[in-house]
């Protein structure tokens, strides 16, 4: 059963959570690439305004995750992912605003030489070290033997990356559905399709959020990754145990969860793609707003494409959430200059 908006805050606000970021972010009309498109009237959420070391959808998330860690007393905040991770840099940044210290574990991978988001970690204070694994699923031991070192120099370590955290990183983007209802209520807009960028909470979060308060919208997650995992289940997973913990009479099936794969390109998680980096240039000369290549200008190169098949409706008001990434791109130079 749908809630008010200032209900589902109301809940949400008796969770510990820290303050990191700026917001409510801007919602705005972009038209330039509307026409450039071809409908559907297309809206950003500029939650790469986000105000947390060059923004980015971490900052909601982390003011939660972050804050079950120091609600634990914790002072070490440890993460893990790719060596360009967004979260990484992020965590590192609310690590250094709240005074604690940031461990993270990153993979050895072709963008580790350093620079972009590698190079925020370091003058960020956090301590960085690169293993030699796949890919970020296979983290898990790394970050443990940091609690351990951690621990036995009697210190108060916390995973901030971990499943059972991602139920709370999704809080902040139920909020974010609520702020943008708001929004687009104050602008004369409706939203009829929400278009991000999503493999773990920001999406799982915004379809809660889109349900607990009635906006109605279909939300479409592209993935900038493939999991070993089903990523249909985890999204389940992470949407009952919001209900669970808000204790809200809501239920969430198959049916409610659109997220693809299609637009990772074909090198896969963490290199461009031919159409992002069309996007990217497209949102960047019409707009003056800068994407990121293995996030935000697939969800671009997404929204394009579904719109282009009539999935999203010529007719129809579409947000498209950019989720921020944009340090990554220095790291990128060569591959975006070549396109
Ligand atoms: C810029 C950017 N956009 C989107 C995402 C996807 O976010 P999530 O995995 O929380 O859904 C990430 C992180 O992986 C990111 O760094």
């Given at each position: 059963?749908?809630?008010?908006?200032?209900?589902?805050?109301?809940?949400?606000?008796?969770?510990?959570?820290?303050?990191?970021?700026?917001?409510?972010?801007?919602?705005?009309?972009?038209?330039?690439?509307?026409?450039?498109?071809?409908?559907?009237?297309?809206?950003?959420?500029?939650?790469?305004?986000?105000?947390?070391?060059?923004?980015?959808?971490?900052?909601?998330?982390?003011?939660?995750?972050?804050?079950?860690?120091?609600?634990?007393?914790?002072?070490?905040?440890?993460?893990?992912?790719?060596?360009?991770?967004?979260?990484?840099?992020?965590?590192?940044?609310?690590?250094?605003?709240?005074?604690?210290?940031?461990?993270?574990?990153?993979?050895?991978?072709?963008?580790?030489?350093?620079g972009g988001n590698l190079l925020l970690d370091d003058l960020l204070g956090a301590e960085v070290e690169v293993v030699d694994v796949d890919t970020q699923e296979y983290l898990d031991e790394a970050k443990q033997q940091l609690v351990e070192r951690f621990e036995r120099e009697g210190r108060t370590p916390f995973i901030v990356m971990q499943a059972a955290n991602r139920p709370f990183?999704?809080?902040?983007?139920?909020?974010?559905?609520?702020?943008?209802?708001?929004?687009?209520e104050a602008m004369g807009e409706r939203i009829d399709a929400i278009v991000t960028c999503s493999g773990s909470c920001t999406q799982p979060g915004m379809i809660f959020g889109n349900k607990a308060i009635g906006l109605g919208a279909r939300v479409y997650g592209i993935a900038p990754i493939e999991w070993t995992y089903d990523v249909k289940e985890a999204f389940q997973g992470v949407l009952s145990r919001m209900v669970e913990v808000l204790d809200v009479d809501l239920s969430f099936s198959e049916e409610d969860i659109w997220n693809r794969p299609d637009y990772i390109g074909p090198q896969g998680y963490g290199y461009c793609s031919e159409a992002g980096n069309k996007a990217l240039r497209l949102m960047a000369q019409t707009e003056g707003i800068i994407l990121d290549p293995i996030y935000t200008a697939k969800a671009l190169s997404g929204l394009i494409d579904l719109a282009g098949k009539g999935e999203l409706g010529q007719d129809e008001t579409v947000v498209l959430v950019h989720t921020g990434g944009t340090p990554a791109l220095f790291a990128y130079g060569e591959e975006l200059m070549a396109s």
């Open positions: 059963m749908a809630m008010t908006r200032d209900s589902l805050r109301a809940r949400i606000e008796t969770l510990p959570r820290v303050q990191l970021g700026h917001f409510p972010t801007p919602l705005e009309y972009l038209p330039r690439l509307t026409e450039a498109i071809g409908g559907p009237r297309i809206l950003i959420k500029r939650d790469d305004c986000s105000g947390l070391a060059f923004g980015g959808n971490k900052t909601r998330q982390l003011e939660f995750t972050i804050g079950q860690g120091i609600d634990r007393g914790a002072d070490v905040l440890i993460g893990g992912a790719g060596s360009q991770s967004n979260h990484c840099r992020q965590l590192s940044a609310g690590a250094a605003k709240l005074g604690v210290k940031a461990a993270i574990a990153v993979v050895k991978d072709h963008k580790s030489g350093g990183g999704a809080m902040g983007y139920a909020l974010a559905v609520a702020e943008m209802a708001d929004q687009a």
